[in-house]
């Protein structure tokens, strides 16, 4: 176990509509990352969050944002879904930054499913 | 801008054999290198990272990792390969500066036979 809590775990939702991805980090981990895992596209970074404030932006769609609240939690909202948003998507964390090569910890994913 | 490749989508080896699982990268300056494992429906598992110092990183699962600068190459390593290292392997890189994030390789799928 990680110590990162991703929810929910699974969801199947119809084109078009909106759905919202929760993340909680490592206790005291004020780093957050959003990654996007699918078949064709493998492993892609999609936004960072430190201590609330956006820190490095990927290969984010305008339809997706993202926010990280005071609690240090973060959400990823994915708005006028298309069949090729279905993967599964990542929340990791890491400690503060650092010289030394922090590790950031994954969480089990959220799957979605566009039908 | 940094990158990985992972050369092999799959790797087979037999169990109790040595296993391999190569990674080169591409980034400016120093890097930070990483290997996750990832089993089937679960999330990515930090196995082990080089930051500097000894070429030779030894990780969790009894994994290994040489760090060689000329060849820009990290490969994974394990002496005797066990049927439960079956999984799908990721090598990520990060800059010393710059963007904090993981750039990820493609994945290399592990199947050891029994």
């Known amino acids: 176990d990680s110590g990162v809590t991703q929810t929910p775990k699974h969801l199947i939702t119809a084109t078009g509509q909106r759905v919202t991805l929760r993340c909680s980090p490592r206790s005291g981990d004020l780093s957050v990352y959003w990654y996007q895992q699918s078949l064709d596209q493998g492993l892609q970074f999609l936004i960072q969050?430190?201590?609330?404030?956006?820190?490095a932006k990927g290969n984010i769609l305008e339809r997706f944002s993202a926010q990280q609240f005071p609690d240090l939690h973060s959400e990823l909202n994915l708005s006028s879904l298309e069949l090729g948003d279905s993967a599964l998507y990542f929340c990791?964390?890491?400690?503060?930054?650092?010289?030394?090569?922090?590790?950031?910890?994954f969480g089990e994913g959220s799957w979605l499913t566009v039908v | 801008a940094q990158s990985v490749a992972q050369p092999e989508d799959q790797v087979n080896v037999a169990e109790g054999n040595p296993l391999t699982v190569k990674c080169t990268y591409s980034?400016?300056?120093?890097?930070?290198l990483f290997w996750y494992v990832q089993y089937p429906n679960r999330g990515l598992q930090f196995l082990l990272k080089?930051?500097?110092?000894?070429?030779l990183v030894k990780g969790s699962y009894g994994f290994e990792a040489e760090f060689n600068k000329s060849q820009t190459s990290f490969h994974l390593k394990k002496p005797s390969a066990l049927v439960s290292d079956s999984a799908l392997y990721f090598c990520?890189?990060?800059?010393?500066?710059?963007?904090?994030?993981?750039?990820f390789g493609s994945g290399t799928r592990l199947q050891v036979q029994p």
């Open positions: 969050y430190y201590n609330g404030e956006e820190r």
């Open positions: 990520a890189v990060r800059p010393y500066t710059g963007r904090r994030a993981l750039t």
């Open positions: 990791a964390s890491s400690d503060q930054e650092t010289v030394s090569g922090n590790t950031i910890y």
């Open positions: 980034v400016s300056g120093n890097p930070y």
């Open positions: 080089y930051i500097t110092g000894d070429n």
